[in-house]
């Protein structure tokens, strides 16, 4: 009966790590979606100074650092599991 208990508590910690890994890739959903959320807006407002003949090098900068770092969490998402969360209907 000891055996079976450890073996309970094994395999209910590999489903807890496999929920967070599940769980870590649909919060790097979230970010990426954040990230390009306001990629648009600043590319938006970068065309529409650049277009108005307004200094727009700030909202540049600010598109590529913005752009850089949703590459990087792409990439990173790259790494984790598929999402596997289905909807209840």
């Not at 073996?7 to 919060?27: F, I, M, W």
């Not at 407002?45 to 913005?66: F, K, R, S």
């Amino acid at each position: 009966m000891a055996g079976s208990a450890t073996g309970k508590e094994q395999n209910q910690g590999l489903v807890r790590s496999e929920h967070k890994r599940a769980r870590s890739g649909e919060d790097f959903d979230i970010i990426i979606g954040f990230l390009g959320f306001w990629a648009v807006v600043l590319l938006v407002v970068t065309v529409w100074m650049e277009v108005t003949a307004q200094p727009a090098l700030g909202w540049a900068l600010g598109l590529l650092a913005t752009l850089l770092a949703l590459y990087g969490m792409v990439r990173l998402r790259r790494r984790l599991p598929a999402r596997t969360a289905t909807r209840k209907k």
